[in-house]
């Protein structure tokens, strides 16, 4: 019977621990947001687990009250009763007084401990971890009795803890942060992808759009050495005559290559009479241009291009120069990825050779190549492009055939473990005014 009794007991304190684990993991797993939708909608059970987790310090604070009483009872209780049932049980069986007692102490404390372990700790964990809202919404009512009944004594311990933790300079917080930075969102969305829960195309917008607000119109731009500009004292018939380029507005300058006075649309140009095309001077058919600095981030190129109602925005440097142009579709590019139509000139893209080597355009951003190939090659705020790149690493300008070896940056794998280094030969290919036009990129050891 003591046996019985002691197996009883441990069992009902052991459901008390595992109530208290099952509330203390479920509550931090349970997706809070999803909790407001659903108390927002008229759920009860819902609305009441909202105000657990509002107080989820406190809640947790008496969960591993709980958890430490029904524990130490469980221990208190084996001994008296399924040790005692256990000592009589080896007596019966002449067992000497000596040995029976010893023996059955620690068999009653190890069964004890088992019993607590799995079904009071483990179990309940495991489950409050997988089902989360169900649990969290089940138990929200007789939580809120709980600490109401024992808050007192929750709130003495906790303030006891508190007050040791401002003495080493800590300010306790009541409730757990929810948010996530940029960077924990970059690695969940990295995540899901690998497992399968995003495709390629969502997972490639995602990460766009979390670099987006931290982009530059410095960044975004398309160069002033790649910009066609037209000067304000020529005819309006050399607008038309760049109909071809693909490009539909361009930049009027003045007196210099720095000096933009406005931008020029063709389809303002188209409207004229062909006849008045030779005779009217571009300049007099610009509009007022939108600068905006190379360091403005793109939401607000966006903003004042929107403001603004503007297409294009000219993009000037520290120096006043003119450092090239940026358009709605250029800060769109950046979030979407490259977009084509009908009026766009061919542009060469990243190939893979049969032997797993890239050919790239060295005027290609970093970042994109890494989207494109996988391989993340160093960034620096010295350059943004490949071409960039290689000039850093050389320190000179580069000729035909010049090769170096990049080591990629440092990876940690998914367990935490570092990767090994991981290196690339990057190869000049073609120059182009002076700088790599082509480079061939492939892993090396």
């Known amino acids: ?22 509330q203390e993991f479920s509550y931090v797993a349970v997706d809070r947001s999803r909790l407001r939708t659903l108390a927002a909608d008229g759920d009860a059970a819902a609305a009441r687990a909202l105000r657990v987790t509002a107080r989820l310090s406190f809640v947790l604070s008496g969960a591993q009250v709980g958890i430490t009483i029904t524990a130490l009872l469980a221990g208190y209780f084996a001994e008296p009763y399924l040790g005692q049932g256990l000592e009589n049980l080896l007596g019966a069986a002449d067992v000497p007084d000596a040995v029976s007692r010893s023996v ?23 489950l409050a971890i997988a089902k989360a809202e169900a649990i969290a919404l089940r138990l929200a009512r007789s939580t809120l009795l709980y600490l109401t009944i024992a808050g007192p004594l929750i709130h003495l311990f906790d303030s006891a803890s508190n007050r040791i933790l401002r003495r080493v300079g800590i300010e306790p917080v009541e409730e757990l942060p929810q948010g996530a930075t940029a960077k924990e969102l970059d690695r969940i969305i990295e995540t899901s992808y690998e497992q399968g829960l995003l495709d390629q195309d969502t997972m490639r917008l995602l990460d766009r759009g979390l670099d987006f607000r931290g982009r530059t119109a410095g960044e975004a731009m398309v160069p002033r050495v790649d910009v066609i500009t037209v000067h304000r004292e020529e005819p309006l018939t ?6 071809d380029t693909g490009h539909s507005r361009f930049p009027v300058i003045g007196a210099s290559v720095d000096e933009v006075i406005g931008v020029v649309a063709i389809g303002e140009v188209v409207e004229l009479e062909p006849a008045d095309r030779a005779t009217i001077a571009v300049g007099s058919l610009a509009s007022q241009p939108v600068a905006v ?19 294009l925005a000219i993009v000037v440097d520290e120096y006043g120069g003119f450092a090239g142009i940026v358009s709605l579709e250029d800060i ?22 049969g032997d797993g080597s890239w050919v790239v355009p060295a005027r290609r951003r970093v970042d994109e190549v890494a989207e494109v190939t996988g391989v993340q090659l160093p960034e620096s705020d010295d350059y943004e492009t490949v071409s960039g790149l290689v000039m850093a690493r050389l320190g000179r300008i580069p000729d035909v055939g010049d090769s170096l070896i ?8 998914h367990d935490g473990r570092p990767v090994p280094p991981e290196y690339v030969r990057l190869t000049v290919q073609t120059i182009e005014r002076r700088v790599p036009g082509i480079v061939v990129m492939e892993r090396t050891a």
Not at 293 to 311: E, K
Not at 406 to 413: F, G, K, T
Request: charged share 20%; aromatic share 2%; proline share 6%.
């Open 293 to 311: 600095p190379t360091t403005l981030p793109l939401p607000a190129v966006l903003d004042r291009l929107r403001v603004a109602r503007r297409q």
């Open 104 to 126: 059955s102490v620690i068999l009653a404390l190890l069964l004890a401990t088992i019993i607590q372990m799995v079904l009071g700790e483990l179990a309940p964990k495991n």
């Open 238 to 243: 050399r607008v038309v005559e760049l109909q």
């Open 406 to 413: 990049i080591e990629l940056p440092h990876r940690i794998d």
């Open 332 to 353: 769109a590019e950046e979030l979407v990825g490259e977009i084509r139509d009908e009026d766009d000139l061919p542009e060469t893209g990243l190939v893979q050779g």
């Open 1 to 22: 019977m003591l046996i019985l009794a002691g197996l009883g007991l441990i069992l009902a304190l052991t459901v008390a621990t595992g109530y208290f684990v099952a």
